[in-house]
């Protein structure tokens, strides 16, 4: 299995080498050169199995022979072995054909832990292989930020500085990062904005001396690796449901698109699918471009769904190769033309592809609220306000008869405060984050100055030299 680009100049690479890499040269993004397909038999084999089974299953195609069976396989059953629930990735029933799946029993309680879990073990073993470590560099507003830490704390061959803007994350998410004590993690509370932190981080990366000489790496929600192991939980959640001898659609809260991407990554190795629904919170470019076929940038308003306050969702583009029928020249084009404008239109036979298998809505702050307080009501379960975004438009945007799964993509006790409010009832961290405001933190706290950052840098790289 190779990896070509969306924009179609950058050289094919084998699964290890885009692990590592990121964006491709071309600035696209990687994708497989023709997407695995599986049997209905192979399908139902995987029927009833562990979670780690059908993660090592779905991703030995896509590994394509660079990582050994035996070693893939126990990654992915020490990766999962670590979550919350004996399932991984339970459903719920909310109604009728209506359910949820539960990704947030993971270290840092939201869907990022699925992939990222893996990733970072999968880094390891490759960066292993080639005998080389990395740094990560990154900046967080709060929401990957836990979750990539999680994903890299104690790996033999990486180590990871992550910037967040002093005093403008929530309690939880700080705390997520800064009592996590291993020595291969630095946190740096930077004196500004988020802005400021990923500016810091951009120029960090634009420095190429600084960034060869530490091997600066990246854990975005662009890589490769990230959206194929997405693809594992609705697998399992299909087959769960009678899948492939019944079809079953989704329901995703999306912002940067990669989730929802997995999904038609499930059903373009042959899962029965049926429609994808993208549920966006106020911040509704996707949702549009979804209805319309037109795609037209705005400003980035506060939500109290805050992983999904997104304008430019950097994963759409993997779909935009495949409504492009993979023409690397025409994305590009497309691409720039939407960088330049700030708006794109796709043509009429390329909208109708999109709307044959995708439906959208937005749910706007009101009725996140309510529908925390209503499901609450009626079901006694609590839910974060993404789910929440992804559970009012499925209601909404339902047809047919096949059961809609939402993507239940937080755990609720991460956002207390909306929940409480739309409730009355303040979430509880599970069991072993409990002590959480308890253990003590690590960080530095440092003015926006990129020589004090690089010399972070260096401090944590000086450790295993
Ligand atoms: C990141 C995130 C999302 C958005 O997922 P994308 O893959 O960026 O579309 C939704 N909900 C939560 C809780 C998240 O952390």
């Known amino acids: 299995m190779r990896y070509i680009s969306t924009r179609g100049q950058a ?3 084998a699964f290890d080498d885009v692990l590592l890499a990121g964006l491709a040269r071309d600035g696209g993004l990687y994708v497989p050169e023709a997407w695995p397909q599986f049997s209905q038999a192979q399908w139902r084999a995987l029927r009833d199995r562990p979670y780690a089974e059908i993660a090592a299953a779905v991703l030995r195609p896509f590994v394509g022979g660079t990582i050994a069976d035996a070693d893939l396989e126990r990654l992915a059953t020490e990766t999962y072995a670590g979550f919350g629930h004996p399932a991984v990735a339970p459903l719920k029933q909310l109604g ?7 990704l947030f029993h993971g270290p840092t309680l939201a869907f990022k832990d699925y992939a990222l879990q893996l990733v970072g073990r999968l880094f390891d073993h490759v960066l292993a292989a080639k005998g080389t470590r990395v740094m990560v560099v990154g900046a967080t507003s709060g929401d990957t930020g836990p979750a990539g830490i999680a994903a890299c704390m104690d790996r033999a061959a990486v180590d990871i500085v992550m910037l967040h803007p002093n005093g403008r994350t929530s309690p939880v998410q700080r705390r997520q990062m800064t009592t996590v004590l291993s020595a291969n993690v630095r946190n740096i509370a930077l ?5 400021d932190c990923q500016d810091a981080v951009k120029a960090l990366f634009n420095d190429l001396e600084f960034r060869d000489r530490y ?3 990246a854990v975005n929600s662009i890589n490769w690796a990230r959206v194929a192991a997405q693809i594992v939980y609705y697998a399992h959640a299909a087959l769960s449901l009678g899948a492939p001898d019944r079809t079953v659609d989704f329901c995703v809260p999306t912002g940067n698109f990669g989730n929802v991407l997995a999904a038609y990554g499930a059903k373009r190795m042959g ?3 049926g429609r994808m629904i993208v549920a966006t919170n106020r911040n509704d470019i996707m949702a549009r471009t979804v209805a319309t076929g037109r795609m037209a940038l705005e400003a980035v308003a506060p939500t109290v769904s805050p992983s999904m306050d997104v304008q430019i969702s950097s994963n759409f583009e993997r779909l935009m190769f495949e409504l492009n029928a993979r023409d690397g020249a025409a994305t590009a084009a497309m691409m720039a033309k939407f960088r330049a404008d700030g708006r794109l239109e796709f043509a009429p036979s390329q909208h109708a592809d999109l709307a044959a298998e995708f439906d959208a809505g937005a749910c706007d702050e009101a009725a996140t609220l309510a529908e925390i307080g209503a499901t609450y009501r009626t079901t006694g379960e609590l839910i974060d306000p993404h789910t929440a975004v992804a559970l009012h438009v499925a209601r909404k945007a339902r047809r047919g008869n096949n059961p ?3 993507a239940s993509t937080a755990h609720p006790a991460k956002f207390p405060d909306a929940v409480e409010r739309a409730t009355g009832v ?7 984050l409990a002590d959480l405001f308890d253990r003590p933190e690590r960080v530095e706290v440092l003015p926006n100055d990129l020589a004090r950052i690089k010399q972070v840098v260096s401090d944590l790289a000086s450790r295993t030299k």
């Open 11 to 13: 050289p094919s690479l």
């Open 96 to 102: 009728p054909g209506l359910w949820t799946m539960e």
């Open 191 to 195: 004196e500004g904005t988020f802005d």
């Open 215 to 217: 091997n600066l790496s």
């Open 271 to 273: 899962l029965p699918v």
């Open 404 to 406: 809609v799964v939402v």
């Open 426 to 432: 303040r979430p509880a961290l599970p069991p072993r």
